[in-house]
């Protein structure tokens, strides 16, 4: 099996691609060793001296390092346990890991909400992808998007740039309903 690594736009965090399915379908979080219980995968990469954060996401997986960590050191081990879990044929979620549904706003809101969700699905969430990242929304209220930056997105020194010179500005060019956007933490 060769995993093939891509540097992202966060210095913390590195994006590994296998080469085959890591997810179905959706995006998986998991900002400690505590929260990892529901994917084999994440709680292997846990192990890991150095590792802080793990996001999975169909075609990838971006670790997060500790700043004293070089990835020199740390490549290694996450491509060892990387390659040890594929081959073991476990699933990266359990079955019974549940995925997280858009939340949608009141009725007044839901065609806005899905316009949102629309524009951030086919011209958002595939830009940072390719980062190794992910958006996702959690809500519209009185004009406020509020979304949450996942993987290489979440801690990114360019972020505040993506959601607010990006992000808000399209969001409020096809949406006049819409005034501003923020990041949230899950």
């Not at 549940?98 to 086919?122: F, M, N, P, R, Y």
């Not at 959690?138 to 959601?163: D, I, K, R, Y």
Request: overall charge negative.
């Amino acid at each position: 099996m060769f995993i093939q690594t891509e540097a992202t736009p966060n210095p913390a965090t590195l994006k590994f691609l296998p080469g085959r399915a890591v997810l179905n379908q959706g995006t998986a979080e998991f900002r400690s060793a505590e929260t990892a219980a529901t994917s084999p995968l994440a709680e292997a990469l846990f192990h890991v001296d150095g590792v802080t954060g793990v996001f999975l996401a169909r075609e990838f997986v971006t670790v997060t390092k500790r700043d004293d960590t070089q990835w020199d050191d740390l490549k290694p081990s996450v491509l060892a346990t990387l390659m040890e879990h594929f081959a073991s044929g476990r699933p990266a979620l359990n079955e019974s890991a549940t995925q997280a549904a858009h939340k949608a706003g009141d009725a007044a809101d839901a065609e806005i909400v899905s316009q949102i969700v629309e524009l951030l699905d086919t011209r958002v969430r595939p830009a940072v992808a390719a980062d190794g990242g992910d958006i996702t929304f959690h809500g519209f209220e009185n004009g406020v998007v509020f979304l949450h930056m996942q993987g290489s997105c979440a801690g990114c020194p360019s972020s505040t740039l993506t959601l607010k010179a990006g992000i808000e500005n399209m969001l409020r060019h096809y949406i006049p309903e819409v005034t501003e956007v923020r990041a949230i933490a899950a």
